[in-house]
């Protein structure tokens, strides 16, 4: 079974620029996370899709951080414009449904740097 | 106000001996608590989970006992060995906040051949 697939892997940008990363959860997983992970943290959670809806939101910075699922599959999480605190990796799980305790899969993750 | 707690960033370990790491929780609405272990440049993958209606749950050489009068956790990982040498995080969970898993700050962990 694959796993979760995320890209770019690592992803260097200056301060005022923009930003996407990509995700495609396992195959038939119908709830998508957002997590962002700074140095020396625990993984946040920024957003979380059940099919192509959002279910929770409430920790995203919708100023400049956007995201969207729009067939229920894969995803795409957005910083614009990026500040030098958004320098984090930014991790993308998924799990077969919102129910509490299915277990979440997590991808590799994108690491950004912003100058 | 950080709800899950790690409270020792670091912990060095010799083969074979016990490694005990430990997480502390602040929200008593957390019913599900589980424990990640974290690769350098890989995801955190689940390694191991508890209910709060029991007190220990064990996988393999990996146990997990919930305190939860004292809001308290540990995995247990007996022997050590040095393939589990990775960031641990603790993470939980209630049913009224979905499926949202709040995490510690980590543990990493050393073992030493």
């Known amino acids: 079974e694959a796993g979760v697939a995320q890209s770019p892997r690592y992803k260097i940008i200056e301060k005022r620029q923009s930003v996407a990363f990509w995700c495609n959860p396992i195959?038939?997983?119908?709830?998508l996370y957002w997590y962002q992970q700074i140095l020396g943290q625990g993984p946040k959670l920024l957003i979380q899709f059940q099919n192509n809806g959002v279910v929770d939101d409430s920790q995203l910075p919708k100023d400049r951080f956007s995201a969207e699922r729009l067939k229920g599959v894969d995803s795409t999480l957005k910083i614009q414009p990026a500040k030098l605190e958004d320098s984090a990796v930014y991790l993308c799980?998924?799990?077969?449904?919102?129910?509490?305790?299915?277990?979440?899969?997590f991808g590799p993750g994108t690491r950004l740097t912003v100058l | 106000d950080q709800q899950v707690k790690q409270n020792s960033p670091s912990l060095s370990v010799q083969e074979g001996r016990i490694s005990i790491l430990n997480c502390d929780y602040t929200?008593?609405?957390?019913?599900?608590f589980l424990w990640y272990k974290k690769y350098p440049a890989e995801g955190p993958t689940f390694l191991i989970s508890i209910s709060s209606i029991k007190d220990k749950n064990e996988d393999g050489r990996f146990t997990v006992f919930l305190n939860k009068s004292a809001k308290h956790l540990s995995l247990h990982i007996v022997p050590s060995q040095p393939g589990d040498s990775a960031v641990y995080f603790c993470?939980?969970?209630?049913?009224?906040?979905?499926?949202?898993?709040?995490f510690g700050k980590g543990t990493t962990l050393s073992v030493s051949s």
């Open positions: 993470a939980a969970t209630y049913n009224q906040a979905g499926t949202a898993l709040i």
């Open positions: 799980a998924s799990s077969l449904s919102g129910r509490p305790y299915n277990e979440q899969f």
């Open positions: 195959s038939g997983h119908a709830t």
């Open positions: 929200n008593s609405m957390f019913d599900y």
